[in-house]
């Protein structure tokens, strides 16, 4: 493990000067930007977008130094090899599913946290342990729109889930975690893991959010991070239906005109690059299957001509 004393080895290891570091830290409100986005609640909800500058020494401190902060395999999300299918398929077939949620995970987290687990004493000097939080909070939260805030989530949690693996493996339950959704699977009571979780939880500061716990018994459609697993991780049919019906206009009317009857905005590159990354997500979970294999084809020919036909009409 690399140990960080002096502000030189760690600009040199960030490949970012020291005054911009500083500079940057001590104008935190120059660099971030409020964005809101709809709920499906309804209201909205603010993040905070770190600029250019900043993105790129958050991504430069995930890169460098918390990649080597230890993690709990149970973690799901903002990981080397994670994924909605990774955290779905543990729970596939199973009797039951709990899916918990922590309420304002983000906006809960305190800056003393960040520091002492993501920049620990033991590896930072106690001024660059303050310069790394700086650079990575803001405004009473972990801000996430931040680069940094998945991987620091990850850290701080680490705890957590060994303590609830080690408790839910003892009694055969499945237990994963994606960001701040728990999903437990097995034969159990859900008041006993409910319980465990939410003191466990508070313990650390954080809080269930009650709204959103969903007990699915076997009878009922379990569906984890947008996956059915009933009996085996499957892209929902509703989904499944829809992006075969967008595909089958595109092909017969030509995406440009499919765009115009349903007046979806934007250019006809865009579009079929949104429909390109909903085929790769069900390519994900079922990667052999030639209907998916076919519709990525010709999705990318189609691209390739949007491409001539632009390049054809640059004027000379």
Not at 145 to 171: H, K, M, Q, T, Y
Request: glycine content about 6%; hydrophobic content about 40%.
């Amino acid at each position: 493990m690399i140990v960080y004393r002096e502000l030189s080895s760690l600009v040199h290891d960030l490949e970012v000067p020291a005054g911009t570091l500083y500079a940057v830290s001590n104008s935190l409100e120059k660099h971030y930007r409020p964005v809101n986005l709809p709920k499906e609640s309804g209201g909205f909800r603010t993040l905070f977008v770190p600029d250019p500058l900043l993105k790129t020494i958050q991504r430069r401190i995930t890169q460098v130094l918390l990649v080597h902060m230890p993690i709990s395999p149970n973690a799901t999300a903002y990981r080397y090899g994670g994924s909605l299918l990774r955290n779905a398929a543990p729970h596939a077939g199973q009797p039951a599913v709990l899916k918990l949620d922590i309420q304002h995970f983000f906006d809960s987290v305190l800056y003393s946290a960040v520091k002492e687990r993501a920049f620990p004493p033991e590896i930072y000097s106690e001024p660059l342990r303050v310069l790394l939080t700086m650079l990575c909070y803001y405004r009473d939260r972990l801000p996430q729109g931040a680069p940094s805030s998945p991987a620091i989530s990850n850290i701080l949690l680490a705890g957590f889930d060994r303590e609830v693996a080690d408790w839910c493996r003892g009694r055969r339950i499945r237990y994963t975690r994606y960001c701040d959704d728990m999903t437990f699977s097995g034969d159990f009571a859900p008041e006993e893991v409910t319980d465990f979780a939410a003191e466990r939880l508070r313990e650390r500061g954080f809080f269930l959010n009650e709204r959103k716990t969903r007990w699915l018994p076997a009878g009922r459609r379990q569906v984890v991070t947008g996956l059915v697993v009933n009996e085996k991780p499957a892209v929902p049919a509703a989904y499944l239906r829809k992006l075969r019906q967008e595909l089958y206009f595109c092909r017969k009317y030509g995406a440009t005109d499919h765009m115009a009857r349903l007046r979806i905005g934007g250019t006809e590159e865009r579009y079929l690059r949104q429909l390109l990354g909903r085929v790769a997500y069900v390519l994900q979970i079922t990667p052999e299957k030639e209907e998916w294999v076919s519709a990525r084809r010709w999705i990318l020919s189609a691209l390739a001509q949007t491409g001539e036909k632009t390049e054809n009409n640059m004027p000379v």
